[in-house]
């Protein structure tokens, strides 16, 4: 296993709703990268936290939004639901500057 | 053009079989790469970087060509567990140091049958 992961594992909203996300990064890690896969697609960078700052966006609107703790610790915050947020939810972890990136669980969104 | 293309498949094949995926990326700025693997349902997880030297690890040779923009994976001696869907990642790397984003392919599936 990894050591990175992630609450919840499954969630149910309705459009209009706001979610958070939560990741915990492998120890030793500073970095954390989130990312949307949708049924049958790769993974689609959303943005990537160091240091407490946004280190790089992927094309995701402003209603997806991050923060990232002292603890290296991360949440993916998404306001104004829409469906086709319907997704699994991957936070990756990984050490500035290397670029290897190790996966949690996932979590599991369904929008109504 | 996609900015990681694999094999659309799903790839069928017996145990014991030999079976390549391949990929192409569009961007020749692209720094490293790696083949990941996901089972149904659970996360990627890193099967293993691509070096342009070609690298082995035990069943699994990767091969990466960069004047073709290509990248490959071969596995020998398939087995049961091998069933996944295998997926090409590309990292651009940053600007200013930082340390860039995975591009991923949308996956090749493997089904390994008996």
């Known amino acids: 296993e990894t050591g990175v992961t992630q609450s919840p594992t499954h969630l149910i909203k309705t459009r209009g709703q706001q979610v958070t996300l939560r990741c915990s990064s492998q120890?030793?890690?500073?970095?954390v990268s989130w990312y949307q896969q949708a049924l049958g697609q790769g993974p689609q960078f959303i943005f990537q936290?160091?240091?407490?700052?946004?280190?790089g966006r992927g094309n995701f609107p402003p209603r997806f939004s991050g923060l990232q703790f002292p603890n290296y610790s991360s949440e993916l915050n998404v306001n104004a639901l829409e469906l086709d947020d319907s997704a699994l939810y991957l936070c990756?972890?990984?050490?500035?500057?290397?670029?290897?990136?190790?996966f949690g669980p996932g979590t599991r969104l369904t929008v109504l | 053009r996609k900015e990681v293309e694999q094999d659309p498949g799903p790839f069928n094949v017996p145990e014991g079989a030999t079976v390549a995926f391949n990929c192409t990326y569009s961007?020749?700025?692209?720094?490293?790469f790696f083949w990941y693997r996901q089972d149904c349902r659970k996360e990627p997880k890193l099967l293993m970087s691509?070096?342009?030297s070609g690298n082995e690890d035990g069943r699994f040779t990767a091969q990466l060509n960069r004047a073709s923009q290509y990248i490959s994976l071969l596995i020998r001696d398939s087995k049961l567990s091998d069933s996944a869907t295998y997926l090409c990642?590309?990292?651009?790397?940053?600007?200013?140091?930082?340390?860039?984003?995975?591009?991923f392919g949308k996956g090749t599936k493997l089904s390994v049958k008996p």
């Open positions: 936290y160091y240091r407490e700052e946004e280190n």
């Open positions: 691509v070096y342009s």
């Open positions: 120890s030793g890690h500073n970095t």
């Open positions: 961007n020749s700025a692209s720094q490293s």
């Open positions: 990642v590309v990292n651009m790397g940053g600007d200013g140091g930082s340390q860039g984003n995975l591009i």
């Open positions: 990756a972890s990984s050490l500035f500057p290397t670029d290897t990136q190790y």
